[in-house]
């Protein structure tokens, strides 16, 4: 169980890196860790930092172009915790005063949690949601 979405972004920063090992990857051993990679490329348990040449190694991997934010959101997808994941609201409700959620708002999940108390409103985004939400914010 972890990690469950393999991707790849057109870029390779130190911060980008830190934000991917905080998630739970590590560097793969056989990968210098420098800016000598044109592009970050997630698996299953670790991450490659790699040329664009090895990009038909990938072939099966989500392209996340340069967007970052959608980069990161497809990386944290895993299937044993709900931490720093996006959720779906599944139906309208009041949170509290001021704060209310329509069907279709998405969130973060930024607290560690206890992944099989899910509030009964929302839903794990799906990949396919996820691109559809970040390349709305780009645009």
Excluded at 5 to 13: D, L
Excluded at 14 to 39: M, Q, S, T, V
Excluded at 67 to 81: G, H, K, P, S, V
Excluded at 89 to 104: I, N, Q
Aim: charged share 30%.
């Amino acid at each position: 169980m972890g990690f469950t979405t393999a991707a790849f972004i057109r870029k390779n920063t130190p911060e980008l890196r830190n934000k991917l090992e905080e998630l739970g990857y590590y560097l793969h051993p056989e990968c210098i860790d420098d800016d000598r990679g044109n592009y970050l490329f997630v698996n299953r348990e670790y991450y490659l930092n790699r040329p664009l040449g090895y990009l038909e190694e990938f072939s099966r991997s989500i392209d996340c172009g340069t967007n970052e934010e959608l980069f990161l959101a497809i990386a944290a997808l895993r299937d044993d915790t709900n931490y720093m994941q996006w959720f779906v609201c599944t139906s309208d409700y009041k949170e509290f005063d001021g704060k209310e959620w329509k069907v279709g708002d998405f969130d973060l999940n930024t607290c560690p949690d206890d992944f099989d108390n899910i509030l009964p409103h929302w839903r794990k985004a799906t990949v396919n949601e996820l691109i559809e939400h970040f390349k709305e914010k780009e645009e």
